[in-house]
């Protein structure tokens, strides 16, 4: 039995596999965000601490800026 195979119709396949190969690779993405941000009150201002760079934040109460404490050269 002789079988004949399209190159055109092997290439859509192949390129077919590896999209949804990528698209559950992507979708199976283990990066939990929950609790990366932590918040701490103080009487004087708010401090937000981002747990994944160590980047933290500093509010006043009665100031809408956020300030930026320890900024990385």
């Known amino acids: 039995?002789?079988?004949?195979?399209?190159?055109?119709?092997?290439f859509i396949e192949a390129l077919l596999t590896v999209v949804v190969i990528f698209g559950v690779a992507a979708?199976?993405?283990k990066?939990?965000?929950i609790g990366r941000d932590?918040?701490?009150?103080t009487d004087r201002?708010?401090?937000?601490?981002?747990?994944?760079?160590?980047?933290?934040w500093r509010r006043y109460p009665t100031s809408p800026?956020?300030?930026q404490?320890?900024?990385?050269p």
């Open 31 to 33: 990066d939990d965000q």
């Open 65 to 67: 800026q956020i300030k």
């Open 1 to 10: 039995m002789k079988t004949n195979i399209d190159i055109k119709s092997a």
């Open 69 to 72: 404490i320890n900024e990385r």
């Open 45 to 56: 201002y708010i401090v937000i601490l981002d747990s994944a760079t160590g980047e933290m």
């Open 38 to 41: 932590q918040i701490a009150l």
């Open 27 to 29: 979708a199976t993405d």
